[in-house]
């Protein structure tokens, strides 16, 4: 199974993390569903041209955290997370991304509604790219 993970070599979060995050986002967001089964961590490694090491990190992490369980000689699989669980990491990935963006604006001079109109001329591209069908 090929995941939709985007590595981005310039940010300043370790590639281990952003393979947690893009994982844990497709797991409750539900494009992954307990069960499912995930790559091997050598084939994960070379689909996002990275270490052996560093997805082995990345799936000790969500291991540990509950969000996919390894079976010996079996594989990796999403792992069964509660509804609780699911929200309370969508609420909280999206408010600590906005409040950085809003940290990043301010630290370049724009006023709280100066940052406002941007987040509402955002999501009015958004609902517009929606309605035709872009993603």
Do not use: W
Not at 23 to 32: D, E, Q, R
Not at 44 to 50: D, F, I, N, R, Y
Not at 55 to 81: D, M, S, W
């Amino acid at each position: 199974m090929k995941l939709p993970i985007k590595i981005e070599q310039n940010s300043r979060s370790p590639i281990y993390h952003q393979i947690e995050e893009q994982i844990k986002a497709l797991i409750v967001s539900g494009h992954l569903n307990e069960g499912d089964p995930l790559p091997s961590i050598r084939a994960l490694a070379k689909e996002t041209a990275c270490s052996v090491i560093t997805t082995r990190r990345a799936y000790q992490n969500l291991e540990q955290e509950g969000y996919i369980r390894t079976t010996q000689g079996k594989g990796t699989f999403v792992a069964k997370v509660g509804d609780e669980i699911k929200e309370q990491t969508k609420f909280s990935t999206v408010y600590h991304t906005l409040s950085m963006a809003i940290e990043t604006g301010r630290r370049h001079d724009y006023s709280f509604e100066q940052l406002l109109d941007m987040v509402h001329t955002i999501i009015q591209q958004q609902k517009e790219k929606e309605g035709r069908g872009e993603e």
